[in-house]
């Protein structure tokens, strides 16, 4: 969720509990103002004068309350339907890390082209997945119960989707492009999914998805987003977890040698 959009939802909750209307009015009447003092003669000079010094007057008093600054938990959690586009997400990126159990979703339709126009054409562009182990039939299998059939309305089975994700990653491995696709297999799903758009720069992005026990649908998962200027200490532990994730998560090559 960007800037913009995050200030339209605080508005929105803001006039849903009555908060903050004086200035949300304030801003209104001195927007009005302005438009209306590139009109000769629209204003008279006292009226916004009067306008500016309301103004004022407000900010200092807001700036010297000792009142509980509301922070909205909306504006960090959300639904799949906050992440927008994945093209939007990594324009001009250079890393892209994902655990997903199958990452079925977010390698699907366009998603694989955009990857490799936005990431992989760039010399040390690289992506980074670690899917669900297909031959750990008994985490495949926890996880079918917990995901596919825990949700009202099933649209996937587990493993078909590994499947088809292994043979799409295997694909992208293979085309000419200066950055580098890696892949790794865990043997257990912990609980979420994981997306970290540059989760080394300044200004990078992760977004963790929580399972949950049960939901109406895959979209309908609790998304929680993070920067570094959100939280430098949580933005630092989900970086950190998909690092040993990796760490320990089986590379195909040697996992292929020990079938």
Do not use: C
Not at 18 to 23: C, F, K, Q
Not at 114 to 123: D, F, G, K, N, V
Not at 220 to 247: C, H, I, P
């Amino acid at each position: 969720m960007n800037s913009f959009q995050r200030f339209m939802r605080r508005v929105r909750e803001d006039f849903k509990a009555r908060r903050n209307l004086d200035v949300y009015t304030v801003s209104a009447v001195s927007a009005l103002l302005v438009i209306l003092a590139l009109i000769p003669d629209a204003v008279s000079p006292s009226l916004i004068t009067a306008v500016m010094l309301a103004a004022l007057s407000l900010l200092v008093l807001n700036l010297s309350s000792d009142g509980p600054q509301i922070v909205a938990l909306d504006d960090y959690l959300n639904d799949r339907s906050a992440f927008g586009p994945l093209s939007e997400r990594i324009k001009g990126a250079h890393k892209l890390w994902i655990y997903a159990p199958s990452a079925a979703n977010i390698l699907r339709s366009d998603n694989g082209e955009a990857i490799r126009r936005e990431i992989l054409s760039h010399p040390g562009g690289e992506v980074r997945i670690v899917i669900q182990d297909p031959h750990n039939t008994e985490g495949v299998d926890i996880l079918t119960r917990q995901l596919d059939k825990g949700v009202d309305f099933q649209m996937q089975h587990m493993s078909d989707e590994l499947t088809r994700t292994i043979q799409q990653l295997q694909l992208m491995q293979s085309w000419p492009t200066p950055g580098s696709v890696e892949y790794r297999l865990l043997d257990y799903g912990p609980g979420f999914s994981l997306v970290a758009v540059d989760p080394d720069s300044k200004n990078g992005q992760i977004i963790v998805e929580f399972h949950g026990y049960h939901n109406e649908s895959t979209d309908k998962r609790m998304n929680l987003e993070l920067t570094r200027d959100s939280s430098d200490r949580w933005y630092a532990y989900w970086m950190g977890q998909f690092q040993v994730m990796w760490d320990r998560a089986t590379a195909p090559a040697l996992d292929h040698s020990q079938e």
